[in-house]
Nanobody, 129 residues
Framework: VQLQASGGGLVQAGGSLRLSCAASGLTLSNYVLGWFRQAPGKEREGIAC????????YYTDSVNSRFTITRDNAKNTVYLQMNTLNPEDTAVYYCAAERAALVATMMGLCAGYYNMDYWGRGTQVTVSS
């Protein structure tokens, strides 16, 4: 089982990036998904979470209205569209999956109430000022 995040890189403030997280060895449609990030010297935070069919999402305040999480279950992939990036968004970004039956709310998923069954290896996003 593997979650492979990609799409990170170096971008100027105000720019955009689209992260992808492709799953192999598991059927993502059975899982709720989240994007988390960890900046140097800071704790990991959940920033965007989505339920199994994509009709329920949650965003932390710092990314709300700038980031969009979507999923394509046919492609076994979850995406994070990041717009209007700023230097505070610099971090390693991780995708993670948890069995849908265990999760009550997307807000709880992003808040770290669950251990998450699977984690991706992370992709670095660096935003220059």
């Amino acid at each position: 089982v593997q979650l492979q995040a990609s799409g990170g890189g170096l971008v100027q403030a105000g720019g955009s990036l689209r992260l992808s997280c492709a799953a192999s060895g598991l059927t993502l449609s059975n899982y709720v998904l989240g994007w988390f990030r960890q900046a140097p010297g800071k704790e990991r935070e959940g920033i965007a979470c989505i339920n199994t069919n994509g009709d329920s999402t949650y965003y932390t305040d710092s990314v709300n209205s700038r980031f969009t999480i979507t999923r394509d279950n046919a492609k076994n992939t979850v995406y994070l569209q990041m717009n209007t990036l700023n230097p505070e968004d610099t971090a390693v970004y991780y995708c993670a999956a948890e069995r849908a039956a265990l999760v009550a709310t997307m807000m709880g998923l992003c808040a770290g109430y669950y251990n998450m069954d699977y984690w991706g290896r992370g992709t670095q996003v660096t935003v220059s000022s």
